[in-house]
């Protein structure tokens, strides 16, 4: 840094900003206090207004170091020279559990995502965020509902029928997976704007650390906080529209006509009408949400504080689909005892009204008859059903026919509100004695409350049988949280070596209330009791931890850490109640060796190795382990006298229940070029997990229920992660970043019984819409879990589909179960992500396209309505039929064929956005920045069906993602 000057008294500073080439910067910002500016073409700044004496004038600019010198006022000729931040990018401090480290020190496959990085555009949950951005993080949106969420999974999960959640830790606090009543995602609670950074931990030698609480891995989420200085105000208020992107392809009116009157008979023809109605068109709408944040940042009396408040509110393209959320929060950084004694208070506060809209109504939209109209006179609420009649000549629904679907929204209200708040007060004590030494007490909590009711009419067809509904729930959730670990750390210059040692425990309670409340009908009449499992009212989860991590560090460039931590759950029997996760890992900084250390090209390249355990507890019911006993339904009652009782039956129970475990090995490569212009990651790993948290069936000859929660099977799992972020352009009015991420990953199930049983088929999985029972999927040896498990078509010289016609497989002439073969999955093989941002002057321009490769999806909505029987219902009713009719011909559901299976690959750009920094305006008092942003520009795909990104790969009136259109105008004051 050169720095210049001549006094002048005049009260402002003004002098110029040069990189490091000395060219000028344009668009640096430049602050002093509460006023601020921004340098011009030329990189020249002036600031006005200043007070006598000396000021602390601090100028920042994207992609370099930040820089502050303190002048007095009337400093002139005043230059700033600025280094890339690239340069001291490895000397960044990242978050780790329970610490942090500099980035180039790290042992384990770490990933960091900023809120420079973050997804724009209208983001209702936390995870929207990062999509895309991180190497084997798959987050697959779970439909296009307000706040519905999305489906996180790293590395592919690990478990089968437990919980393939990651853990998620928001400021030392870790959230429970389990749902909250009346919310359609819990993470809906959570406000994005509120965050400043995700941390990724996918490898064991980052995630051991968490125990039996990481084999999913674990997302650390830092939340804004204040800072030095005078007050700053953020305001930002987006307005976004949402249109459905497309619907599923049926046939017209007109087609329809056309089909039943050549193929129906009489009575079938006679049932036609005469409306010419878009079911589709009738259920959906362009909606509109907004979403308004505020935030005041600074500090009182050396207290750093953040206050922030928000109000989204988002209609669903679903009518009667809706979303408003309130958040609030507040975060204090205080310092005492000269600094020895750091606070971090976070506190966040949430309450959601949601109206819930009838999702039925989206398949019965696509199968119900578009030439009946949606009103009709009748006692059903004047909407148009199809009707038989009763004993005495009375219309009642036709239980077999699809409810009309606009009366599936309008006359079904179903209402929630919940209320959510969690946070921390976190206490580090640097010792006066030793002030190497940090104590370190975290005292958490994540409260909610979650109510709502559901109200359907008696006169409406839906629940025309029970006389309508009008039901409410409601749950009270409890998590607390207390830690306290200690932390060593000293250089030992004499030997070259540094040390870090922290070693903790931690005392985890989850505690749920549930309100059993009976079923009524709109009349106010019990239709059904409701009982809990005896005596389990209120389930409790107590987690107890001990840990403890090392980490050496040798001439600064071989590093050791090795962790141990030893969990008990009160899920399982005192005598399996405890488990041990130990991890190590050896770092080589290559790159400080001394044949690549004066490298002008070579800025990093360090070589990771790994390996560790990690457990699982997650997505198992609660005191699995003690025999339990549930109420039986109205149809099982013992009689003494004239009075019948309900009779309590056991549940079943596996008393040597234990931890499912995943040990992990990991490999890793991190190299950087040109100062860091080039960086990036290679990762190869390999997971196994031995006694999975299984749900299997029953032995026979018990009296328990069908299925049993044990420890039954193996899964392994390996992969290839690759991550590279790249600028190819960086001048004073040009700069161009790109990043680009790939994962391989291949998951296989390697055991699924106690004792080696060569004819197990599997486990069937995969539930379907059609049929009874049908399912899709199996879970078996030797193959990828969720494989789909269909009967092979056969097809005519034309390439028809023959109905009715498979291969014979088995070669035993005889068609039937054992010919059914498994045939791909609907985990994606290959994930690719893309983002980049052109900023040129004030402008910028960005985008992110992600791509799945080798997921398939099961179409079950073609396979449904995909034939002449869902037109010509025998049944007394029309239904209409997607355009597949006019394809394959068939005549009857054909719900096993492997005709509907079909490669979901897609490309989809997620994000198109075109901002504008205003800069300075009103008098250089605020900083203006505008932007534009679509979402879910366009899919490039062959599946046919509504979307081919689908979870668990069975599409089934499936909630479209909205394409999404958003203006947004962010102030600064």
């Not at 700033?80 to 931040?85: S, T, V």
């Not at 699924?752 to 879970?779: K, M, R």
């Not at 073969?821 to 690719?832: D, E, G, Q, T």
Request: glycine letters at 10%.
């Amino acid at each position: 840094m050169a720095v210049n000057f001549a006094f002048a008294q005049t009260g402002s500073i003004s002098g110029q900003v040069l990189d490091e080439k000395g060219q000028p910067l344009p668009g640096a910002s430049v602050t002093a206090g509460a006023r601020s500016t921004a340098t011009d073409v030329n990189g020249k700044f002036k600031l006005t207004g200043l007070p006598a004496g000396a000021t602390t004038v601090t100028v920042t600019f994207l992609g370099y170091q930040q820089l502050s010198q303190s002048f007095n006022a009337g400093s002139e000729g005043v230059t700033f020279n600025l280094k890339p931040a690239a340069a001291s990018a490895l000397n960044e401090v990242v978050i780790i559990g329970y610490g942090s480290q500099q980035k180039k020190s790290v042992t384990g496959a770490i990933s960091t995502v900023s809120s420079k990085d973050f997804q724009k555009g209208s983001i209702t949950t936390p995870e929207q965020l990062i999509a895309g951005k991180v190497p084997g993080v798959t987050i697959t949106p779970n439909g296009g509902a307000p706040g519905a969420g999305s489906t996180i999974r790293i590395r592919g999960g690990a478990s089968l029928t437990a919980s393939n959640d990651p853990l998620i830790v928001i400021d030392g606090v870790p959230l429970s997976n389990n749902a909250i009543s009346g919310a359609s995602n819990p993470l809906s609670l959570i406000n994005p704007n509120d965050i400043e950074s995700f941390t990724v931990l996918k490898d064991a030698s980052a995630t051991a650390i968490y125990g039996s609480r990481a084999s999913n891995g674990v997302i650390l989420i830092t939340t804004k906080k204040g800072a030095s200085g005078a007050p700053k105000v953020n305001f930002s208020s987006q307005l976004s529209a949402y249109k459905v992107g497309k619907k599923v392809d049926v046939l017209t009116a007109d087609q329809f006509r056309a089909y039943v009157n050549e193929k129906g008979n009489a009575d079938q023809k006679a049932l036609l009408g005469k409306a010419n109605t878009n079911w589709q068109d009738e259920i959906y709408q362009t909606s509109l949400g907004t979403d308004n944040n505020i935030s005041v940042a600074g500090s009182y009396k050396n207290i750093p504080y953040r206050v922030s408040a928000g109000y989204l509110k988002q209609v669903g393209i679903l009518v009667t689909d809706n979303l408003q959320r309130t958040t609030g929060a507040l975060t204090l950084n205080p310092k005492f005892l000269d600094n020895h004694l750091k606070v971090d208070v976070n506190v966040k506060g949430a309450l959601t009204d949601t109206r819930f809209a009838n999702q039925g109504a989206i398949g019965s939209a696509v199968f119900f008859d578009p030439t009946q109209p949606v009103f009709a006179k009748n006692t059903f609420g004047n909407y148009f059903e199809w009707t038989n009649f009763d004993n005495v000549g009375n219309a009642i629904p036709n239980p077999n026919a699809p409810r009309n679907p606009v009366a599936l929204l309008a006359q079904n209200t179903g209402k929630s509100q919940v209320k959510r708040s969690y946070g921390n007060a976190q206490f580090d004590y640097s010792m006066h004695f030793l002030p190497e030494l940090h104590a370190n007490l975290n005292l958490g909590y994540d409260i909610s409350n979650g109510k709502g009711t559901t109200y359907v009419p008696a006169n409406a067809a839906q629940s025309f049988a029970v006389g309508g509904v009008d039901n409410r729930y409601q749950q009270d959730v409890t998590n607390k949280v207390a830690e306290f670990y200690l932390n060593y750390t000293k250089d030992l210059k004499s030997i070259n070596s540094n040390i870090n040692a922290t070693a903790g425990y931690g005392y985890y309670d989850f505690l749920t209330k549930i309100y059993y409340y009976p079923s009524y009908n709109a009349n106010g009449q019990v239709v059904a009791g409701s009982q809990p499992l005896f005596p389990f009212d209120k389930p409790q989860n107590t987690l107890i931890s001990y840990y403890g991590r090392l980490i050496y560090t040798l001439a600064d460039k071989y590093i050791l850490a090795a962790s141990v931590r030893t969990d008990g759950s009160s899920k399982f029997a005192p005598e399996n109640r405890w488990g041990v996760f130990p991890s190590v890992a050896l770092t080589w900084r290559i790159n400080q060796e001394s044949f690549l250390k004066e490298s002008n090209t070579l800025s990093d390249l360090k070589l990771r190795l790994s390996y560790g355990i990690t457990g699982q507890q997650d997505g198992i019911p609660y005191y699995s382990y003690l025999p339990t006993y549930a109420l039986s339904v109205a149809s099982a009652k013992y009689q003494l006298g004239d009075t019948f009782y309900n009779m309590y039956a056991p549940a079943a129970y596996d008393r040597s229940l234990k931890w499912e475990q995943t040990a992990t090995y990991n490999a890793g490569v991190d190299f950087g070029f040109l100062n860091g212009r080039i960086s990036g990651a290679l990762d190869v790993y390999f997971k196994k997990t031995k006694d999975l948290l299984n749900r299997i069936p029953s032995p026979l000859g018990s009296n328990f229920s069908n299925f049993i929660t044990t420890n039954v099977g193996n899964i392994e799992n390996k992969g290839v992660e690759f991550s590279i972020n790249a600028s190819p352009v960086k001048n004073k009015v040009f700069s161009w970043d790109m990043g680009f991420n790939f994962t391989y990953n291949n998951t296989r199930i390697t055991n699924l019984t106690a004792v080696n049983n060569p004819t197990y088929p599997g486990d069937q999985v995969g539930g379907i819409s059609g049929g009874t029972g049908n399912t899709v999927q199996i879970n078996s040896v030797g193959y990828r879990p969720q494989t789909f498990y269909l009967y092979r078509q056969v097809y005519d010289a034309n390439g028809k589909p023959k109905e009715g016609i498979y291969e014979d497989l088995n070669g035993d002439n005889i068609i039937n179960e054992k010919d059914l073969y498994r045939v791909k999955a609907a985990m994606p093989n290959f994930i690719l992500g893309f983002s980049t941002q052109l900023n040129y002057k004030k402008w910028s321009l960005s985008t992110v396209l992600r791509s799945n490769l080798g997921n398939y999806v099961y179409n079950n909505t073609k396979a449904n309505v995909g034939v002449t029987r869902g037109i010509l219902n025998p049944a007394g009713y029309l239904g209409n039929a997607s355009t597949e009719i006019f394809k394959s011909g068939f005549d009857n559901n054909q719900y096993l064929s492997d005709y509907y299976l079909e490669n979901a690959s897609f490309l989809r750009m997620d994000n198109l956005g075109l901002g504008y920094n205003a800069g300075k305006i009103f008098g250089d008092k605020v900083g203006l920045r505008v932007n534009v942003n679509c979402q879910n520009v366009f899919v490039i795909t062959n599946y046919t069906g509504l979307d081919p990104e689908i979870a668990n790969g069975i599409d089934n009136n499936f909630y479209p993602r909205p394409r999404t259109f958003v203006l947004g105008v962010n102030l600064d004051f």
